[in-house]
């Protein structure tokens, strides 16, 4: 069974940069797809980016529209990793991160993931 966790979190102003990563225990994660998503309190979680398996597909990535050309998902195998770089951050972007781990496909839909850290708290604030 695969456990997730998230780090990286934390307070910053608008216009800077977080990197928010989320480690592996119990599985490699080159076998599974990943995602991130985060919440608002009163909102529906809300899908923001997603890396395919290199091993169960193409290693492809997606993004939602919002933070499109501002954040980047990427994994390092050798640490069981997989990261969500931040940059340009919006007041809008304050939520709880969330890393997920899934084996089928319909990665932007939360429903699609296996796996789920606990999340990390991210506020962009001045």
């Known amino acids: 069974q695969v456990q997730l966790v998230e780090s990286g979190g934390g307070l910053v102003q608008p216009g800077g940069s977080l990197r928010l990563s989320c480690t592996a225990s119990?599985?490699?994660?080159?076998?599974?797809?990943m995602g991130w998503f985060r919440q608002c309190p009163g909102k529906e979680r809300e899908f923001v980016a997603l890396?395919?398996?290199?091993?169960?597909?193409?290693?492809?990535?997606g993004y939602a529209e919002s933070v499109k050309d501002r954040f980047t998902i990427s994994r390092d195998n050798a640490k069981n990793t997989v990261y969500l770089q931040m940059n340009s951050l919006k007041p809008e972007d304050t939520a709880v991160y969330f890393c997920?781990?899934?084996?089928?496909?319909?990665?932007?839909?939360?429903?699609?993931?296996?796996?789920w850290g606990p999340g990390t708290q991210v506020t962009v604030s001045s």
């Open positions: 997920a781990a899934a084996t089928r496909g319909g990665l932007h839909h939360a429903r699609a993931y296996d796996y």
């Open positions: 890396h395919s398996s290199v091993v169960r597909d193409t290693g492809y990535t």
């Open positions: 119990g599985g490699t994660l080159t076998y599974y797809h």
